[in-house]
């Protein structure tokens, strides 16, 4: 049965489940300020819908589930000046990422592709999280002069070790097993038993006694976990690209990974690799309410920020992947502009 539809995003009750599925392919699932609203006022109705058990969402389309938040659209309206509306989106994407963490019937995540940023927000910040084969989880916000966000400041730290900080840094994928074996996944399923759960859950299996008939024993994390501890502990970027370049001289796995790591570092925004490790660091004592109040200050600033224009220029826009930061170097981002990026502001993110 139909609840609600149009293109982008479609609305399903199918037996006891609340069935969401993401319908822009083409555009890789990006997610449109109509979407938060659509999904936000229909979470609303199955919240207190006594017919729905459980809520599932999943994405049409073979590559993406959700490669992130519609950052054309917003690239356009701060060019054209527009930065309440464009601020009007993550106020309100920010509120539907905590309005998905608290949500009180289980909501699940039929992941299969590539999620990034607001994909992260609508899947990762629900209890129940599934991986299937195409699994890629990615926050590579810093490569387009942004800041991980949709709740990154709160999770990222929470995964083993300083693996959260690699990911803040580099924004490098992390698939399947190690999701699962991570935190950012709770469950490895098979892609082509996705229908299996989905029937399991439209009867009124509890979810986890469905997930766990359809999952597959975790794996262990294949990342070099005990490297990263290493190379990622320090609090300057400028000292942990020092930790990846003396391991980079060796000549075996870990001195490849090292020095791929450094290389991708050495690309992103200086300005937006210093946020993402003050996040990292500040996240770590923080509630999630604090994660996302503090994304929002900092969206708020950025939305001004030379950096965010410059990378979405270089690598959406025109795509010659040749951004010109300002500043240049990390040397030369001062502690007062990140500073100015945590700052109150006068309307907080109502959390």
């Not at 990154?152 to 999701?179: E, F, H, V």
């Given at each position: 049965?139909?609840?609600?539809?149009f293109d982008e995003i479609?609305?399903?009750?199918?037996?006891?489940a609340?069935i969401?599925?993401?319908?822009?392919?083409?555009?890789?699932?990006?997610v449109?300020?109509?979407m938060?609203?659509?999904?936000q006022a229909q979470?609303?109705?199955w919240?207190?819908?006594?017919?729905v058990?459980c809520?599932?969402?999943?994405?049409n389309?073979?590559?993406a589930?959700s490669?992130?938040?519609?950052?054309?659209?917003?690239?356009?309206?701060?060019?054209?000046?527009q930065?309440?509306?464009?601020?009007?989106?993550?106020r309100?994407?920010y509120l539907?990422?905590?309005?998905?963490r608290?949500?009180?019937k289980p909501?699940?995540s039929?992941?299969?592709?590539i999620?990034m940023?607001?994909?992260?927000?609508?899947?990762?910040?629900?209890?129940?999280?599934?991986?299937g084969?195409?699994?890629?989880?990615?926050?590579p916000?810093?490569s387009?002069?942004?800041?991980?966000?949709?709740?990154?400041?709160?999770?990222?730290?929470?995964?083993?070790g300083?693996?959260?900080t690699?990911a803040?840094l580099?924004?490098d994928?992390?698939?399947?097993?190690?999701a699962v074996?991570?935190?950012v996944?709770t469950h490895?399923?098979?892609?082509a038993?996705?229908d299996?759960?989905?029937?399991?859950?439209?009867?009124?299996m509890p979810?986890?006694t469905?997930?766990?008939r359809?999952?597959a024993?975790?794996?262990?994390?294949?990342?070099?976990v005990g490297?990263?501890?290493?190379?990622?502990?320090?609090d300057?970027v400028?000292?942990?690209?020092?930790a990846?370049?003396?391991v980079?001289?060796t000549?075996?796995v870990?001195g490849?990974?090292?020095r791929?790591a450094a290389a991708t570092i050495?690309?992103?925004?200086?300005t937006?690799l210093?946020l993402?490790?003050?996040q990292?660091?500040?996240?770590?004592?923080?509630?999630?309410?604090?994660?996302m109040?503090a994304e929002?200050r900092?969206?708020s600033r950025?939305?001004?920020d030379h950096?965010?224009?410059e990378?979405?220029?270089a690598l959406?826009v025109?795509k010659?992947?040749t951004?010109?930061?300002?500043?240049?170097?990390?040397a030369?981002v001062?502690?007062?502009?990140?500073?100015r990026?945590?700052a109150p502001?006068p309307r907080e993110?109502p959390?």
């Amino acid at each position: 049965m139909t609840e609600q539809a149009f293109d982008e995003i479609l609305f399903a009750r199918e037996g006891a489940a609340g069935i969401i599925t993401l319908n822009r392919p083409k555009a890789l699932n990006a997610v449109t300020h109509r979407m938060v609203g659509a999904l936000q006022a229909q979470l609303d109705l199955w919240r207190d819908d006594p017919a729905v058990s459980c809520v599932v969402l999943r994405a049409n389309g073979e590559k993406a589930f959700s490669a992130g938040g519609d950052i054309r659209a917003l690239y356009d309206l701060g060019k054209a000046g527009q930065y309440e509306q464009a601020l009007s989106f993550w106020r309100d994407e920010y509120l539907l990422n905590a309005a998905i963490r608290d949500y009180p019937k289980p909501y699940i995540s039929l992941i299969d592709g590539i999620v990034m940023g607001g994909g992260v927000g609508i899947s990762v910040n629900g209890r129940y999280r599934v991986a299937g084969d195409r699994f890629q989880f990615a926050m590579p916000e810093v490569s387009i002069g942004f800041f991980p966000d949709v709740g990154a400041t709160y999770i990222l730290p929470r995964l083993p070790g300083l693996l959260g900080t690699w990911a803040a840094l580099t924004g490098d994928r992390i698939r399947a097993n190690d999701a699962v074996a991570s935190g950012v996944a709770t469950h490895r399923v098979a892609s082509a038993r996705f229908d299996d759960l989905l029937a399991a859950l439209r009867d009124g299996m509890p979810a986890e006694t469905a997930l766990a008939r359809c999952a597959a024993p975790p794996a262990s994390l294949s990342l070099p976990v005990g490297l990263i501890d290493r190379c990622f502990a320090a609090d300057r970027v400028e000292d942990i690209l020092a930790a990846l370049d003396a391991v980079a001289t060796t000549s075996d796995v870990e001195g490849d990974f090292a020095r791929a790591a450094a290389a991708t570092i050495r690309t992103k925004s200086p300005t937006s690799l210093r946020l993402a490790l003050a996040q990292m660091r500040r996240g770590r004592d923080w509630t999630f309410a604090q994660a996302m109040r503090a994304e929002f200050r900092i969206v708020s600033r950025v939305v001004h920020d030379h950096d965010f224009y410059e990378g979405v220029r270089a690598l959406i826009v025109d795509k010659d992947n040749t951004p010109r930061w300002q500043p240049a170097a990390l040397a030369d981002v001062t502690d007062a502009a990140i500073e100015r990026h945590f700052a109150p502001l006068p309307r907080e993110l109502p959390l």
